[in-house]
């Protein structure tokens, strides 16, 4: 427990960002700091390799996909610790050659993620990161990109999540969080 203490005195907030009445956690200083980067990663692939992979069907995970676009700072790191692909999920127009595509809505806008259609095969143990689950909108877009190209979604991973929201209720499949912010 103490690392997520660790963790949690390094997030920062930003009241009234990026519109008046939003509390903006800021991971960035997690980055900054290698320490805490380190100790930030070190958790989640000892959470995956000693829980989620234990418990799943195939009992490794296949991919790993990153929700633009700060799970593509987590999502390669993770992915190349467990032996894994990564697999960019993007904002529409941003990524070449044929995509699959899934609307959302977010706290404050909504918009279209999309993956290559290449991407996944079917059967694909896949891992969802992202840094924080709010609404749930965005990683239950990935998710459903997950599905359309037959993969199984094990488990939705965040740094943060706002619990008050419970955006975890709206997933295909079960969700961890490193910090779990109340307010």
């Known amino acids: 427990m103490a690392d997520v203490e660790y963790l949690q005195s390094i997030i ?3 009241p009234d960002f990026p519109k008046k009445g939003i509390s903006f956690l ?19 692939v000892h959470h995956i390799t000693s829980q989620t992979i234990p418990k ?13 676009a700060r799970g593509f700072l987590l999502g390669p790191i ?28 977010k706290e404050y806008g909504a918009d ?9 095969l079917p059967g694909q143990s896949v891992i ?4 924080l689950i709010a609404t749930g909108g965005s ?15 094990v488990e939705y991973l965040f ?13 295909d499949a079960p969700a961890y969080s490193v910090i779990q912010h109340l307010e």
């Open 128 to 131: 969802i990161v992202d840094d």
């Open 159 to 171: 740094i943060i999540e706002i619990m008050f929201l419970k955006g975890y209720q709206y997933l």
């Open 112 to 120: 279209t993620f999309e993956m290559q259609s290449d991407a996944i």
């Open 139 to 153: 990683a239950k877009a990935a998710g459903e990109l997950v599905k359309q190209l037959g993969g199984v979604t």
């Open 26 to 44: 800021d991971i960035f200083p997690i980055l900054r700091d290698p320490i805490a980067f380190e100790t930030l990663i070190t958790h989640f």
């Open 56 to 68: 799943s069907l195939r009992k490794k995970v296949d991919i790993v996909v990153g929700l633009d």
């Open 12 to 14: 920062r907030h930003h």
């Open 78 to 105: 993770i992915a190349l610790r467990l032996g894994a692909s990564f697999v960019p999920v993007r904002k529409r127009g941003k990524l070449p050659g044929e995509c699959v595509s899934a609307n959302y809505e």
